[in-house]
């Protein structure tokens, strides 16, 4: 088991910068790549930025791309994500997830764990 949990969010003004983190503790030893993921009010879960476990790869959701930046300490066992340029629309809960393997996944079902996840609230 991998149990991961999220830090770092709060209520900011538009335009600002936010970083979130996620601290995975239990069985990371082996490889693990991992997720960032958000739910609005009234949406979907969507996916936000993924990166594989020696961090060579990643990918963005278009609406964050060149906006948002992930990436990870593998000492630390922790997974950042860098949230710049914030707009209204980023308001949700961000949930961080991990899946076991070496390959980048964008739906959420290819992730094996989840964090609580960490409110983000944007005021214009």
């Known amino acids: 088991q991998v149990q991961l949990v999220e830090s770092g969010g709060g209520l900011v003004q538009a335009g600002v910068s936010l970083r979130l983190s996620c601290l995975a503790s239990?069985?990371?030893?082996?490889?693990?790549?991992m997720g960032w993921f958000r739910q609005a009010p009234g949406k979907e879960r969507e996916f936000v930025a993924a990166?594989?476990?020696?961090?060579?790869?990643?990918d963005y959701a278009d609406s964050v791309k060149g906006r948002f930046t992930i990436s990870r300490d593998n000492a630390k066992n922790t997974v950042y994500l860098e949230m710049n340029s914030l707009k209204p629309e980023d308001t949700a809960v961000y949930y961080c997830?991990?899946?076991?393997?070496?390959?980048?996944?964008?739906?959420?079902?290819?992730?094996?764990?989840w964090g609580r996840g960490a409110q983000v609230t944007l005021s214009s």
């Open positions: 990166m594989n476990w020696l961090g060579g790869v990643t």
């Open positions: 239990g069985r990371t030893s082996s490889s693990l790549t």
């Open positions: 997830a991990a899946r076991r393997g070496t390959r980048t996944a964008v739906r959420g079902e290819e992730y094996d764990y």
